[in-house]
């Protein structure tokens, strides 16, 4: 067992890579009551293109990791979800762009909960019938989504940004997309992207890590599986330039909403400074677009925005892009606006004192951040299968100045780069 200290943190994780392959990390927290655990795949929803080394490239139709997540709880003999509860532990999954994460949260009886989470993750279980039935149940999702104004602003925004690549596809897939799945094609999946030396078990809270650890080792080696094989996915090229440069729904809402993206040539960056990358765009778009700032505040009192307005960031090796917005009465005049302001900071650069500020607000939420296992739990996976340390985050934006969060404003905030969806009154 490896153990990694992080002195300035003052955290220690525990790390074990099993003879099938599966990573362990458990993070104790000395003190805390409650207890996350999450079972990760490397396995998303642009994972539609792939093979192991060696063999066939195998196209899925869209959807699938996200219906092979809801098809993990169906067991022969009783619901998972009773199980859990039975012994106190609330339990969840999601599937993102790149991961499906299996979870619970627990004050009691971890270990039982942890024994439940491994198994059933690693005990597949599809019919025909049962597949079929799910079917209807995520197209009653997917049809839900569709009349929800956030959700199609959203993605009508990425799709409006990406030609190719797959990240462009709701998560759930579309009605068409799902109704090609099979019970065959599913388990296809599950024994390409399931098997453990492809999956991270991650625990965080008031644990032994020896116990944990020890837990693990006992209940993989009771098991078996054949030797992992790297996993090769496949994208399409990815032209530079957006699909639409604009893009207009309607729907039932009581104000529009607007979204604006600004799409990443290429992703030129790996490792580590692929989170410098991140964290600077992150801190960049605070300075510029952050509750406290005149942009937003004149915004605001213009009544433009609202609460509602927001910004994020999205980062891979494949994909980048930020989406900027919320409600407003008036797309095209906040659309105007924003732009007109942010090509006079380009100008004028981020201000020096904002900068420095924020900068300091943004590590403290990173340390405060450490005292919520749950908000740990939720991102230490995702860093990890890119190839990055959470707690190497803390550096990055120590590490980051004035000068490049301006080089970033100016580099990444390209007219040609950008996209506009926009939900508007029937």
């Not at 099979?182 to 965080?204: A, G, I, R, W």
């Not at 009771?222 to 094989?229: D, V």
């Not at 607007?258 to 991140?278: N, P, R, W, Y």
């Amino acid at each position: 067992m490896e153990k990694l200290h992080y002195e300035r943190l003052q955290e220690t994780l525990y790390r074990e890579v099993l003879d099938n392959g599966l990573e362990v990390v458990v993070l104790p927290k000395s003190g805390f009551q409650k207890t996350y655990a999450t079972f990760a795949t490397r396995y998303g929803s642009v994972d539609n293109h792939f093979a192991h080394v060696g063999t066939e490239p195998t196209r899925v139709p869209d959807g699938i990791a996200h219906f092979l997540e809801h098809k993990m709880f169906e067991e022969p003999d009783g619901d998972i979800f009773a199980t859990f509860a039975s012994h106190g532990a609330s339990a969840n999954a999601f599937t993102s762009f790149d991961r499906t994460v299996y979870l619970f949260s627990a004050t009691e009886h971890v270990t039982e909960n942890l024994t439940t989470l491994i198994n059933f993750v690693q005990n597949p279980y599809f019919t025909d019938e049962n597949v079929e039935k799910e079917k209807g149940i995520i197209e009653q999702e997917i049809n839900m989504y569709a009349d929800n104004a956030d959700w199609r602003v959203y993605f009508g925004l990425i799709e409006a940004m990406y030609q190719n690549h797959p990240v462009h596809i709701d998560i759930a897939g579309t009605v068409d997309s799902i109704r090609k799945i099979d019970k065959e094609t599913l388990y296809h999946c599950y024994n390409t992207f399931y098997h453990p030396s492809n999956m991270l078990l991650f625990v965080v809270g008031g644990v032994d890590p020896e116990e944990i650890i020890a837990l693990v080792r006992s209940n993989q080696a009771a098991k078996n599986y054949p030797p992992g094989k790297s996993i090769s996915r496949f994208f399409d090229d990815e032209p530079s330039k957006v699909r639409n440069k604009k893009v207009i729904q309607k729907l039932a809402v009581s104000l529009p909403k607007c979204m604006i993206g600004f799409k990443e040539k290429a992703i030129t960056v790996t490792g580590s400074d692929l989170l410098q990358q991140e964290v600077t765009t992150k801190l960049m778009l605070d300075c510029l677009l952050g509750t406290s700032t005149s942009l937003y505040q004149s915004l605001y009192e213009e009544q433009l925005i609202s609460d509602s307005f927001s910004h994020e960031y999205n980062i891979d090796s494949q994909y980048g892009f930020s989406i900027i917005g919320g409600d407003t009465p008036d797309p095209d005049q906040l659309v105007t606006k924003l732009l007109a302001a942010v090509e006079q900071i380009k100008e004028t650069g981020l201000d020096a004192t904002v900068f420095e500020r924020i900068k300091r607000k943004k590590i403290g939420n990173f340390l405060r951040m450490l005292n919520s296992p749950e908000a740990i739990a939720g991102e230490f996976t995702k860093y990890r299968f890119r190839g990055n340390d959470l707690f190497d985050i803390l550096h990055c934006y120590e590490k980051c100045t004035l000068a490049d969060a301006n080089a970033r404003l100016r580099e990444h905030f390209d007219a040609e780069q950008m996209s506009i969806s926009i939900v508007n009154h029937l």
